[in-house]
């Protein structure tokens, strides 16, 4: 694995060893009110192949940090590409989390099965400070 970022704790890293956690979105400096995704910040969010191959995925989770000074809006996307062909779709509700806390948002796989997925984080207020953070769980 390439060199893993400072914000991951001891236990996330154990879980990204063992291929059962992704990096999803990487210290993402949110500073206005658009919506962002992979297609929009590549340098900080990626889209993630859950589906296909060898993976047998019973479950997966999107763990989000936001370390801003303001409430954003995560809602979770798929896609059946990773190069944008098709447009994104919407998985389940979106969720918030509060500044300096994290939230996650579980699905099995019989309830939203997507061979990509990723997210699309907003803020209804700007924040000035702080970075997002993100992993895709997978069991």
Known sequence: ??????WITNSMKAL???GNARILVNAFPLRDTNTHTYS???NYISIQQIV????????????IYN?????????VIGNVTND?????????????????SSNMFVLSMGEAISPFISV???????PTAGNVYGLLVID
């Open 1 to 6: 694995m390439s060199t893993v970022p400072s």
């Open 16 to 18: 990204l060893d063992i």
């Open 40 to 42: 929009t910040d590549p």
């Open 52 to 63: 296909g191959g060898t993976m047998d995925i019973k479950e997966y989770a999107i763990w």
């Open 67 to 75: 370390g801003t000074n303001h409430t954003i809006t995560i809602q």
């Open 84 to 100: 944008g062909t098709y447009p994104d779709y919407s998985i389940g509700s979106a969720y918030t989390v509060s500044p300096s």
């Open 120 to 126: 699309a984080i907003s803020a209804n207020t700007a």
